[in-house]
């Protein structure tokens, strides 16, 4: 009788599956509180900082939600806590578990990252794996990371107000663990400024050596996915999209130091093209430093390096004495 109880209180705690996802507890995440309209079935997940509409037979998410603002991300962070989790209010049939990704070869990709959230608790609530999705390792922590969750959160920062984030998966290249959590093939973040009614969406391969494109605009987004993320019509133009998305930044690499690289971002500092500088570095701070001392005595313009370190991972190699230059043109 003991078992009978607990066994129907935990089924109470579970949420409906259903066709049109609801969101009752967490509609303010999404932009003018609405609701996207997909054709595939799922669960409705709020969380303190993000909501996900969850895949039962996928287990992963359709598309996961957040809304950011630049005072948000320039507080103080949580520490990261690494501590995955399987989600208890779905039922077990229809999670994820710890032991389908391990020895997979996949990272458990984040779609709302760690590194968006601000608080404690969403950031321990990030790691549910409810939040997760295979994702090709070389990818999540190279390309996925530095290509565009950074860029975004980069963008965020300089926006005015909020700016809402969609991330989710499309595809199936099989699937890992015994309980059959599909592999997507492509993945995608959708970036809507209300502001500037702005949109634009990253879209990616799903492998280790995955390529950087341009960004798609919303409504070849809706054509990939079928998912019609209701933003408002009169959004810009291809062409406006893709100057936002980048902010206008590009990356010029040193592998060693080389004075024909730095002639040219001080001339073009010089003649009025760069609006600014930022020296990325992982391990090579002499480098970083001395690019940085360099162009602020030839040009005045400050250039501060900072530090942006990959995660470690036994089976990936990262450049890590490389130093980034990223100009921003005016």
């Known amino acids: 009788m003991k078992f009978l109880v607990k066994l129907l209180l935990l089924s109470s705690l579970w949420l409906p599956l259903s066709a049109s996802a609801l969101f009752d507890q967490c509609k303010d995440l999404f932009p003018a509180q609405q609701i996207p309209s997909s054709t595939q079935t799922g669960r409705d997940l709020c969380f303190d900082d993000f909501a996900i509409y969850y895949s039962p037979s996928d287990k992963k998410p359709i598309y996961t939600v957040e809304k ?3 005072e948000q991300l320039q507080a103080t962070r949580p520490r990261r806590t690494n501590q995955f989790y399987e989600e208890a209010r779905l039922p077990f049939s229809e999670r994820a578990l710890l032991a389908d990704y391990r020895g997979s070869g996949y990272d458990r990709g984040h779609n ?10 969403g950031m321990a609530q990030s790691f549910s794996l409810a939040n997760m999705m295979p994702q090709a390792r070389q990818n999540n922590q190279g390309i996925w990371a530095k290509r565009v969750e950074e860029p975004t959160r980069m963008y965020i920062k300089r926006a005015a107000g909020d700016v809402y984030v969609f991330t989710g998966s499309v595809g199936n290249l099989g699937s890992i663990g015994k309980s ?11 970036v809507y400024d209300p502001n500037k009614k702005l949109a634009w969406a990253y879209w990616l391969e799903n492998t280790d050596d995955a390529k950087m494109s341009a960004p798609i605009s919303y409504a070849e987004l809706v054509q990939k996915t079928g998912i019609n993320f209701h933003l408002p019509n009169g959004l810009s133009d291809n062409s406006a999209i893709t100057a936002a998305a980048t902010g206008g930044w590009y990356p010029i690499f040193f592998d060693e130091y080389s004075p024909e690289k730095v002639a040219s971002i001080i001339s073009n ?45 036994p089976n990936v190699s990262y450049e890590r004495n490389r130093v980034i230059a990223i100009v921003r043109p005016k």
């Open 68 to 70: 950011l603002n630049g």
């Open 269 to 313: 500092i010089k003649s009025g093209k760069v609006a600014s500088v930022q020296i990325q570095y992982d391990r090579n701070l002499v480098l970083a430093q001395k690019l940085a001392d360099e162009i602020w005595a030839q040009s005045a313009l400050k250039a501060t390096p900072t530090q942006s370190s990959p995660p470690d991972s």
């Open 180 to 190: 059959k959590v599909t592999i997507p093939s492509h993945i995608y973040k959708l």
């Open 112 to 121: 709302v990252p760690a590194g968006d959230m601000t608080r404690e608790r």
